[in-house]
């Protein structure tokens, strides 16, 4: 683990090794960009889960399929100052 790279760290943690699911947006608005939600076998979103520890944030500059399922893990992070959310 590196204290400098806490994101990639929980990534690794969470995802390293293992089988995962890729859900593609289609929503995205973009022909050159491409997003992704990523599921491990169990059904557990990690995209929901870097944002509930506050290792990631929304980006607020595009819509998407699962906007909302977002807002409250990231809420949820900022008001507990967890990750990037420190105050």
């Given at each position: 683990?590196?204290?400098?790279?806490?994101?990639?760290?929980?990534?690794?943690?969470?995802?390293?090794?293992?089988?995962?699911?890729?859900?593609?947006?289609?929503?995205?608005?973009?022909?050159?960009d491409?997003?992704?939600?990523?599921?491990?076998?169990?059904?557990?979103?990690?995209?929901?889960?870097?944002?509930?520890?506050?290792?990631?944030?929304?980006?607020?500059?595009?819509?998407?399929?699962?906007?909302?399922?977002?807002?409250?893990?990231?809420?949820?992070?900022?008001?507990?100052?967890?990750?990037?959310?420190?105050?």
């Amino acid at each position: 683990l590196t204290p400098d790279r806490p994101s990639r760290d929980l990534l690794r943690e969470l995802a390293l090794g293992k089988t995962v699911r890729l859900e593609y947006d289609l929503l995205l608005g973009s022909s050159r960009d491409v997003g992704a939600y990523v599921f491990l076998e169990d059904g557990t979103l990690l995209n929901a889960e870097m944002l509930k520890a506050g290792r990631a944030r929304l980006d607020l500059t595009r819509q998407f399929v699962r906007g909302r399922e977002f807002w409250s893990p990231q809420e949820e992070a900022k008001s507990a100052s967890l990750g990037i959310w420190i105050r």
